[in-house]
């Protein structure tokens, strides 16, 4: 069992940057994936972000340039840098770990979810 806790939100103004923190538990935090979810209202939830346990990386078109998704396994911590946030970006962020899945590529191969952190972005 994993529990996820996100950190890092709140309200910037167009522009600016959050970075938001997951901490995990437990001791086998460096096999997983990572993953960064967003769910605007009443939109369905998005991949923002993963990284593989070796440390490779994707991101959605949407925030490719923007936004930078890292780890730390001695903290058992995944961040997301967000730099350049616009107004779309407003959402709850939701940390999730996949220990299935090498790739992690559709949100059911998430196994562990966080209870999200809200962005707002918005002069």
Do not use: H
Request: glycine residues 12%; contains cysteine; charged residues 15%.
């Amino acid at each position: 069992q994993v529990q996820l806790v996100e950190s890092g939100g709140g309200l910037v103004q167009p522009g600016g940057s959050l970075r938001l923190s997951c901490a995990a538990s437990g001791r086998t935090f460096s096999t997983y994936a990572m993953g960064w979810y967003r769910q605007a209202p009443g939109k369905q939830r998005e991949s923002v972000a993963a990284i593989t346990v070796g440390g490779s990386t994707n991101y959605a078109d949407s925030v490719k340039g923007r936004f930078t998704i890292s780890r730390d396994n001695t903290k058992n911590t995944v961040y997301l840098q967000m730099n350049g946030l616009k107004p779309e970006d407003t959402a709850v962020y939701y940390c999730a770990a996949c220990s299935r899945v090498a790739v992690p590529r559709f949100i059911s191969d998430y196994d562990y979810w966080g209870q999200g952190t809200q962005v707002t972005v918005s002069s």
